[in-house]
């Protein structure tokens, strides 16, 4: 599978982002889909994960709760993070994966199988 992330980019605080990751190459539906973000000398974290179904189950980290939002379209081949409220504090590259294990993506296994390209998110205080 080829992802290929986008929608990263310079936002103040409060405001609203909407990141998009298209996948290729394999049946997007075998896969579990998850973002996840680095900052600066910290490790990678996960921050959201959504199962192979469109509309079908997620789980966040509790620092994004309650302000983003994980979806995908599997007609389409994508997966979105509608992120608001953003706060300095999310400011990271973010990247999104695909396993066939939705708890692979959980906890951020060193055997996830496919990661895309990070996209920067910087917010502005």
């Not at 896969?31 to 199962?51: C, D, H, L, N, T």
């Not at 999310?90 to 390209?117: E, F, K, M, Q």
């Amino acid at each position: 599978v080829q992802l290929q992330a986008s929608g990263g980019g310079l936002v103040q605080a409060g405001n609203s982002l909407t990141l998009s990751c298209a996948a290729s190459g394999r049946p997007f539906d075998n896969y579990a889909m998850g973002w996840f973000r680095q900052a600066p000398g910290k490790e990678r974290e996960f921050v959201a994960v959504i199962s192979r179904r469109s509309g079908g189950s997620t789980m966040y980290a509790d620092s994004v709760k309650g302000r983003f939002t994980i979806s995908r379209d599997n007609v389409k081949n994508t997966v979105y993070l509608q992120m608001n409220s953003l706060k300095p504090e999310d400011t990271a590259v973010y990247y999104c994966a695909a396993d066939p294990v939705l708890h692979n993506l959980v906890v951020v296994s060193t055997s996830i199988d496919y990661w895309g390209p990070g996209t920067q998110v910087t917010v502005s205080s």
